[in-house]
Each structure stands twice: as structure tokens, then as C-alpha cells.
T-cell receptor, first 111, second 114 residues
Framework: DAGVIQSPRHEVTEMGQEVTLRCKPI?????LFWYRQTMMRGLELLIY????????DSGMPEDRFSAKMPNASFSTLKIQPSEPRDSAVYFC?????????FGPGTRLTVL | GENVEQHPSTLSVQEGDSAVIKCTYS??????FPWYKQELGKGPQLIID?????GEKKDQRIAVTLNKTAKHFSLHITETQPEDSAVYFC?????????????FGSGTQLTVLP
């Protein structure tokens, strides 16, 4: 298995633009998590899904952030409009057999 | 909710020495404690985990101990090597339904000096 796949790996955009981050979980995993990592706040859980259903989105910072999981093999995290303070590394993780596996992350820079 | 504290935030050791990282958690219902290693530019990778029904687990040079009464757990790395240099995160979780939500510590930057 290729592991959790995220795209793009790097994204540079200007303030006010829409950003979409993509994730393909490991096949067979039924839980998917989105995290944000910054130096100041460390690893923060934004939202997680179980069987494609959002379970807890209390970590989503603002209404500018939204996440979807239309099927078991794909999820998106969207920021609209983006702001410089959204600059961070965003990780997707999926869980199987009780273990959470992380993707390589998307480094987002909002100018 | 759960709160996980991790110490120290930075740790430097000489190659061949041991390294110990400690974490405490707040919710006595937590029953799963993984440790992740994050190398520069990569996502966190699970290196070892322990469940609340055991007090210690070992995998080659890495061991984790758990004290449920005191609500703390530790990562021990023996015979450290330069490739052990990375950021290490502890985490704790409560099984909630069928999705296990992890609460992470703030991380420890381990540097192994050659």
C-alpha cells in the first residue's frame, strides 16, 4: 500500500484565494483525520470522519474552513478565503487496526 | 477533554547514551498511548504504542512505560544514534465509538550528537 496520499505537497497562494487540500486514505481504513501543525500551536486536530461521516469538527478554526469526504477513498479540506495566518502544514491521517497513519502533509503558504 | 503534557521540549544527548521523554495525561479513561517520530519535512510516524492493560513494552532500542495510577508514560531510547534525531510526540486517546481521537503532546526535539 502507498500509505496516506496528500496533494499538493506544497501550495503557495495569495490572501483571499480559495485553497483545496486533498487526501486519499489507506484502503480499508474507515476513519480519517485532518490536522494542522504550526510552531506555535503544535499538532491540532481539525476534524475527523468515521465511515465518511463527520464526527467532530470542533477543531475547525472558522467558517472559512470546510471538509468533505464524499467516499471512502477521498477527502478534501477547503479554505475560502485564505489568510496569512492559515499558513501551516496540514496533515491527513487514516486509522486502521487501531493505529493512525499520517500522510506526508501539505505545506501551505498564504502571502 | 484530555490534556497531554510532554517534557522536555528539547533534549540533546551524546551518541550511545540513553534518552527519556515523559508525558502526563489528565483523563483516567484514556487507554491507548502511541509515540510518533517526525523527521524534518515528513509526517509523524508511529514508532511504538502501549495500551492500558500493560505497564511496559519494548521494541529493540525503544521502550515505553506506563503508570496508570500516576497517569504518566515515558519513552526510552537506548544506544542512541544520529538517525534518532527528530521530533517525538506522545499522544493519548479514549476509545470513543469506533473512531479513536488522539490528543498529542507538544513534542520533544531530540538531537543526538555524534
Amino acid at each position: 500500500d502507498a500509505g496516506v496520499i496528500q496533494s499538493p505537497r506544497h501550495e503557495v497562494t495569495e490572501m483571499g484565494q480559495e485553497v483545496t487540500l486533498r487526501c486519499k486514505p489507506i484502503s480499508g481504513h474507515n476513519s480519517l483525520f485532518w490536522y494542522r501543525q504550526t510552531m506555535m500551536r503544535g499538532l491540532e486536530l481539525l476534524i475527523y470522519f468515521n465511515n465518511n461521516v463527520p464526527i467532530d469538527d470542533s477543531g475547525m478554526p472558522e467558517d472559512r474552513f470546510s471538509a468533505k469526504m464524499p467516499n471512502a477513498s477521498f477527502s478534501t479540506l477547503k479554505i475560502q478565503p485564505s489568510e496569512p495566518r492559515d499558513s501551516a502544514v496540514y496533515f491527513c491521517a487514516s486509522r486502521g487496526s487501531g493505529i493512525q497513519f499520517f500522510g506526508p502533509g501539505t505545506r501551505l503558504t498564504v502571502l | 477533554g484530555e490534556n497531554v503534557e510532554q517534557h522536555p521540549s528539547t533534549l540533546s544527548v551524546q551518541e550511545g547514551d540513553s534518552a527519556v521523554i515523559k508525558c502526563t495525561y489528565s483523563d483516567s479513561a484514556s487507554n491507548y498511548f502511541p509515540w510518533y517520530k517526525q523527521e524534518l519535512g515528513k509526517g509523524p510516524q508511529l514508532i511504538i504504542d502501549i495500551r492500558s492493560n500493560v505497564g511496559e513494552k519494548k521494541d529493540q532500542r525503544i521502550a515505553v512505560t506506563l503508570n496508570k495510577t500516576a497517569k504518566h508514560f515515558s519513552l526510552h531510547i537506548t544506544e542512541t544514534q544520529p538517525e534518532d534525531s527528530a521530533v517525538y510526540f506522545c499522544a493519548a486517546s479514549i476509545a470513543s465509538g469506533s473512531a479513536r481521537q488522539l490528543t498529542f503532546g507538544s513534542g520533544t526535539q531530540l538531537t543526538v550528537l555524534p
